[in-house]
């Protein structure tokens, strides 16, 4: 394939610049402990907080699904794609979140780009997001047509400035995003200080709760419940991808933002909705989310035990405030090592390098699950230990 030839050095540049990506394949269940590339490995690396991927009960909702309503639609949400399933799941999701209403997309991301996309139709609007906001979160405002005002990360005085500005102030609709907790530092959104600022200047606030939904707050409801600001959010993103552990994402927020989006979103218009099993899992999973509190008490005693850990060996965690743990290494290179050292040892952790990260702050990434016994965590950590010191990071 002549014309397609230049790909080849595309990959060929993205190798020598360390960009270079290959899947690691998994031969288990994905778990606490799993195999992948052959091996036998502590799996510190997924979004699976509460260990759902493979619960019982959850599982088996899977399969009642597909008794019922089979495998799939075969249609978008507006044709012939909505089960009775979807709207109880919907319903349930509001719930979850406290609001009237939540339309359920097929990501994460694509709930993102949908609601940015729609709502901010014009030039003359603005869309205010933080500088390490989620990519889809960056890709919603480029498919929206707002002006982007960029505010330097949880930084209230750069917010306040740019919402005193002559051109927000102006603008015909405001928007604010930002994640609910930061997905490569695990802190959180300082959100009662951006609802306090954004009340006061007209602002829509929009938090994007991936990693908070079935993690923090009462319950797991996230960031919102988590800061007592219910009522004071206009729009809340959740996904289905992480605690969840399936697919999807949902958009909660007022009757008519779910009216007006499931009539003009472009995703939830133009690709087919989830399968019944996904939808079955995801009301499963609420319900063991309910049920079963001791899996939130575990995940957050697992992972205060291992940020513990990894602090007592001296290495540098950063100031994450939730099950995500960045252990700084601040040198790709060294990051890959650290990781293939590890993985060595039967510990799977990986690198996370620029430009996901600035450079001088590449690490790894670990997240514990509730899935994790403490002998996993011990020896995990004690692998981080030899390795870290044979690395001169601690
Ligand atoms: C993971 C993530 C998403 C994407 O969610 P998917 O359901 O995997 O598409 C969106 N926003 C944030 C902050 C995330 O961490």
Redesign the pocket.
């Known amino acids: 394939m002549e014309r397609l030839k230049f790909l080849e050095q595309e990959v060929a540049t993205l190798k020598a610049e360390n960009r270079f990506i290959e899947p690691h394949v998994l031969q288990s269940a994905q778990d606490a402990v799993c195999v992948i590339d052959g091996k036998e490995v502590i799996n510190l690396t997924s ?1 699976n907080y509460l260990c759902l991927t493979t619960h019982p009960k959850v599982k088996a909702a899977a399969i009642n699904a597909t008794e019922k309503y089979g495998i799939g639609t075969a249609a978008v949400r507006t044709i012939i794609g909505t089960t009775a399933m979807h709207g109880e799941l919907e319903q349930k999701l509001a719930e979850f979140k406290g609001t009237e209403a939540a339309l359920v997309i097929q ?6 780009t949908a609601t940015c996309q729609s709502l901010m139709t014009s030039p003359e609007d603005a869309l205010i997001s933080d500088e390490l ?5 960056i890709d919603g405002g480029r498919l929206s047509k707002a002006k982007k005002k960029i505010y330097r990360h949880s930084d209230m005085a750069h917010l306040k400035e740019i919402l005193e500005s002559e051109e927000v102030k102006k603008a015909r609709r405001k928007l604010l995003v930002t ?5 490569m530092d695990g802190d959180i959104a300082p959100l009662p200080e951006i609802v306090d600022l954004c009340e006061k200047h007209g602002v829509i606030v929009m938090v ?1 709760d ?2 908070a939904s079935g993690v923090i707050g009462p319950e797991g409801r996230g960031t919102v419940a988590h800061f007592g600001l219910k009522g004071r959010v206009d729009i809340q ?1 959740g ?4 605690a969840f552990a399936t ?3 949902y958009v909660a927020g007022t009757k008519a933002l779910k009216e007006y989006m499931q009539s003009v979103a472009r995703p939830f218009l133009f690709s087919s909705s989830h399968p019944p099993s996904v939808v079955g899992t995801c009301l499963a999973g609420l319900d063991v989310l309910y049920n079963e509190p001791q899996l939130l008490k575990k995940l957050w005693d697992n992972s205060k035990f291992f940020k513990e850990e990894l602090k007592k060996a001296g290495f540098d965690i950063g100031n994450s405030q939730t099950p995500i743990t960045p252990v700084m290494v601040g040198d790709t290179i060294k990051a890959k090592k650290f990781s293939k050292m590890l993985f060595e040892e039967g510990v799977f952790a990986l690198e996370i390098a620029f430009p996901t990260v600035p450079m001088g702050k590449e690490r790894l990434r670990t997240i514990v699950t509730a899935g994790h016994e403490i002998k996993d965590l011990e020896k995990a950590a004690a692998a981080f230990k030899k390795c870290g010191k044979a690395l001169g990071i601690i």
Do not use: R
């Open positions: 979004n990501s994460g991301f694509t709930s993102n906001n989620h990519a889809s979160i994640d609910g907790v930061f997905s994007d991936a990693h993103i996904t289905l991808s992480k697919i999807g994402g």
